[in-house]
């Protein structure tokens, strides 16, 4: 990089058509080339960016998250907690960072992990672990499309040399093929580690794909055929999981619901079946749940994960059973894309939310910090999940959303 350090200039070079838009950073240090988009956009729109345009990290430290950049949003980030998670990743005391505007939504996630915490802790567990990519390939016709599916059962080996080239992370699990006429759908399952490993994952399937191409006559049409599923709803992802599947559990004692919680396990219990689960098979849903999305957003925007992903974050399922008087609460996550390397997790601010849980960078072994923070996240759905359900049974909700989120 070369240049000027004068934002103005740049901005002018821009307008008189000596510079593009999206090449600043090419000609001048990349705090300089945001200011410069700022004046261009302020001027434009009529906006005022002082704010957007007071951000605390060097912008060269996001050029990897972001083009175009003119500054920084702020979430505001709060903690609940500490909760004790008792995990096979993770264990001990921990707070949880969560980024929202949402009123109410720590005060709640904050209570039930002090319900939590008085009843001994969460479990959580990952059971299963895998990100997917899905090219969709053009054959002639179905005899092809079997033919195909034939050769990849009997060449797995050699789709999982040429994939496992392209990371030194990542290795290739399965290949699981769907055929839909003269579509076939190669879903290509990763152990991704510690990143949340989409860019490794479809960078690896590029390479097995070409694989694909060579040896048979099969044509790839798209990298990406949508049974991956990624950011769409998709009840692929809820049944087979995608990035990890992790659950957390609890059993709350009867005088822990009735003094903190405001309610009983039996009403918890019933109100967890009457909506969560006939509420929401009534109305079509994928998530069997009342809110995992919010604490699942929450700590997506304080760690530094994708955003979009929340999508996959709430295929839930909360189950509540009442067990010798007390409460046995759950919550499943089917497929929660975390990460703790790669991505938004460079970011300085959200390094430092992954810091507050003690799992930033690659874990000993690879991959262990990425299953502690899918424990985590868990654990705060599960009490978030509990603190709302309660809320609901003590008719809370309307009052708390009046004093704390308006
Ligand atoms: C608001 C509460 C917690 C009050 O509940 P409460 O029991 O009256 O509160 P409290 O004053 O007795 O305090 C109990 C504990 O709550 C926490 N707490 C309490 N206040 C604060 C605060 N200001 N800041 C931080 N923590 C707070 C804190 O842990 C405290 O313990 P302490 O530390 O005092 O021993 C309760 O009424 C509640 O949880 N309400 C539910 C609100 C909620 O869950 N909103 C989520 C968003 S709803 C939504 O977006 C999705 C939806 C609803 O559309 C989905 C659907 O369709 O279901
Ligand atoms: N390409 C796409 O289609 C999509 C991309 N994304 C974006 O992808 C990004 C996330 O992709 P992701 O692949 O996770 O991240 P990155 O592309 O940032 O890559 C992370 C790299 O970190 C290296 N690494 C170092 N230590 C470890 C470790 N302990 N465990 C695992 N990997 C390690 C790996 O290198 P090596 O492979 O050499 O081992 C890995 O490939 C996000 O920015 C997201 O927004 C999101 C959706 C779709």
Known sequence: ?????????????????????????????????????????????????????????????????????????QVPLGVVGPVEVNGAATSGETYLPLATTEGALLASVNRGCSVIDRAGGATARVTKSGMTRAPVFRVADVAEAEALVSWVRDNEAMLKEAAEETT??????????????????????YDTKDAMGMNMATIATRAAADVV???????????????????????????????????ADVLIPRDVVEERL????????????????????????????????????????????????VVEGSNAITTAEVKDGNLYFSVSLASLEVGTVGGGTKLPTQAEGLDILGVRGGGDPAGANADALAECIATGALAGELSLLAALGSRHLSSAHESLGR
């Open 1 to 73: 990089m070369s240049g000027t350090s004068d934002p103005k200039d740049l901005a002018a070079k821009v307008e008189s058509g000596d510079l593009r838009f999206h090449e600043l950073e090419e000609h001048a240090d990349a705090d300089t080339a945001a200011a410069a988009r700022r004046l261009l956009v302020e001027e434009q729109s009529g906006a005022s960016l002082d704010t957007v345009g007071d951000y605390g990290f060097p912008a060269e430290q996001a050029d990897s998250a972001i083009e175009n950049m003119i500054g920084a949003i």
């Open 168 to 189: 030194n992370h990542g290795e290739l699990l399965d290949v699981t093929p769907y055929v839909v006429g003269d579509n076939v759908y190669l879903r290509f399952r």
């Open 213 to 247: 191409e060579a040896e048979t006559a099969a044509s790839l049409v798209a990298l990406s055929g949508n049974l991956c599923s990624d950011k769409k709803p998709a009840a692929i992802n809820a049944v087979e999981g995608r990035g990890r599947s992790v659950t």
């Open 262 to 309: 405001h309610t009983t396990p039996e009403a918890i219990a019933e109100i967890n079946t009457r909506k969560n689960l006939v509420g929401s098979a009534k109305a079509g849903g994928l998530g069997f749940n009342a809110h995992v999305a919010n604490v699942v957003a929450a700590m997506f925007l304080a760690t530094g994960q994708d955003a979009a992903q």
